[in-house]
């Protein structure tokens, strides 16, 4: 009787526990999904929702996408400016290079419709908390960099002919507005 006793009260925890709902894959995932929780996720969702937004042809959307997570991960770096280099600083470098250097070439196709991406990406960025770097607690981070961003967006308009210029000199195309 005892040994029955035993057996019921130690079955339970010789059982396997239920798996634990694994994180999803970001590159997975509904894309909806992973706009919904990228305001609480580290800067490089966004360049994640720039990269599948552009492989799926939605490329205004990529270049938002992009330019928030710019401007989210260049706060980020300016609140932690003792972050080893070889960390985040280098994985923001990559991810220019391997995801936002395409992303940049195809917008820069024409220059109307890139500003008014960048635009989108302050407005969205404005609208919407940031769980990873808070807002409050980085205002100067925030003002300097979206300082930065209204800057280039007001460089591209005083330069959208030079652009369009230098675009076909190095066979680029220019997309017409």
């Not at 002919?161 to 680029?172: K, M, Q, T, W």
């Amino acid at each position: 009787m005892l040994r029955i006793a035993l057996t019921a009260l130690l079955a339970p925890l010789l059982m396997p526990l239920p798996a634990q709902a694994a994180p999803q894959d970001p590159m997975t995932m509904p894309i909806e999904k992973l706009e919904d929780i990228a305001p609480d996720q580290h800067p490089s969702a966004y360049f994640i929702l720039a990269r599948r937004a552009f492989e799926a042809g939605k490329k205004d959307a990529a270049v938002r996408w992009l330019y928030v997570g710019q401007l989210r991960w260049r706060v980020y770096l300016k609140a932690n400016p003792d972050l080893p280099p070889d960390g985040d600083p280098a994985l923001f470098a990559s991810m220019m290079e391997t995801i936002g250097r395409p992303i940049n070439e195809w917008a820069g196709g024409n220059v109307g419709q890139w500003t008014q991406s960048l635009q989108a990406a302050l407005d969205w960025d404005a609208e919407h908390p940031n769980g990873f770097t808070p807002k409050a607690e980085h205002k100067a981070e925030y003002a300097s960099v979206r300082s930065g961003l209204s800057d280039f967006i007001a460089t591209l308009r005083e330069q959208r002919d030079s652009i369009a210029r230098s675009r076909a000199e190095n066979s680029l195309i220019n997309r017409a507005d």
